[in-house]
């Protein structure tokens, strides 16, 4: 390969950047004063995820911040190369969705040494990488799989005149959980939170865990697995780490004749509309919410570290529990 200098390199990097991510922008508009964002997201897998990405597109927009967006389709090699882009072209701040929570050290530091600051967003990472970005702005997955928990706790020992379960008196509860893409934040701390608090009620078997991605394509696919199972169709209760997932199991449910809700207590977690709607149908019995509008609360903590301002370490969105017992008639449309 003949030799390219430094300067023609970073050229031809600066070309690269510009018509990798300026294809809905003039070249006055990226040229401009404004603050540069450069946001990386994991994909489109899902309804909640998409309006992951409207809502920070929105924001961006609104709050005249420009916006490098880059969709990673699901690869972590991708969501590298798009950072060390955003690099390349000395974006004010960089933020990112991670796929999973491991493999950053290398790109983070490539952050640091080249001082732009970074925000982890919706999914956490390692705390080994701590002090290689400045905050988390997203969801409490802990807290998310706690509330899931509790729920079947009330569900199962005090429900609400009307909800009680028909289940015998000390025989076991048994759970098949649908985790999410292994490694992810998501995955581990919905399933640690759960277990947190089942954990002071024997009575609470996990007969089985699985990654389904959070796709609704191997929701549907474990689940007709399961339904297979001598060992566990009589599974008592579905607890699925997203609504995607939950709603490819109860397609699975309904082939068999299967009432979901009912046959099988159910408890999902994002409370997309097809999921609430599903709640109030009956064949959801609660809904654990992870609000996906990060938007403009990114836009605000990237403006303040463009400024050079401290920001939070942490950051939770506000987030609800839907139950089978709550009055949903006069619930807004969820928008996704």
């Given at each position: 390969m003949p030799f390219i200098n430094k300067t023609v390199y970073n050229i031809i990097l600066l070309v690269y950047c510009i018509v990798l991510f300026s294809c809905n922008k003039t070249q006055e508009e990226i040229t401009n004063d404004g603050i540069i964002l450069g946001f990386s997201q994991i994909g489109a897998e899902s309804a909640w995820r998409n309006q992951n990405t409207r809502s920070v597109q929105e924001a961006a927009a609104r709050q005249r911040i420009q916006l490098l967006f880059f969709n990673a389709e699901q690869k972590q090699e991708n969501q590298i190369r798009a950072i060390r882009s955003f690099i390349a072209y000395q974006v004010d701040v960089i933020a990112f969705v991670p796929i999973i929570s491991g493999g950053w050290r290398n790109v983070l530091e490539e952050a640091r040494d080249a001082g732009i600051p970074v925000l982890i967003c919706d999914r956490e990472i390692n705390d080994a990488y701590e002090d290689l970005y400045i905050g988390y702005l997203g969801t409490n997955m802990l807290q998310q799989g706690r509330s899931a928990a509790d729920f079947l706790v009330t569900k199962f020992f005090d429900p609400p005149e009307g909800f009680a379960v028909d289940h015998p008196a000390g025989q076991p509860i048994r759970i098949v959980e649908l985790q999410g893409t292994e490694d992810s934040s998501p995955a581990i701390l919905r399933a640690l939170g759960f277990r947190e608090v089942l954990e002071n009620h024997t009575e609470f078997q996990i007969i089985y865990s699985a990654s389904g991605d959070f796709l609704r394509s191997k929701g549907y696919e474990l689940m007709r697995e399961i339904l297979d199972d001598d060992l566990l169709r009589n599974m008592n209760v579905l607890f699925s780490h997203n609504d995607s997932m939950t709603l490819g199991a109860i397609d699975?449910?309904?082939?068999?004749?299967?009432?979901?809700?009912?046959?099988?207590i159910i408890v999902s977690i994002d409370a997309e509309q097809a999921a609430i709607d599903a709640l109030k149908r009956g064949e959801i019995n609660c809904v654990v919410e992870c609000n996906p509008n990060q938007g403009a609360?990114?836009?605000?903590?990237?403006?303040?570290?463009a400024r050079?301002?401290?920001?939070?370490?942490?950051?939770?969105m506000i987030e609800a529990v839907f139950n089978e017992w709550d009055d949903l008639s006069r619930l807004p449309a969820r928008g996704y």
């Open positions: 699975a449910m309904k082939e068999r004749g299967i009432q979901p809700g009912k046959d099988i609360d990114i836009m605000n903590l990237a403006q303040r570290l050079g301002e401290p920001i939070p370490r942490i950051s939770y």
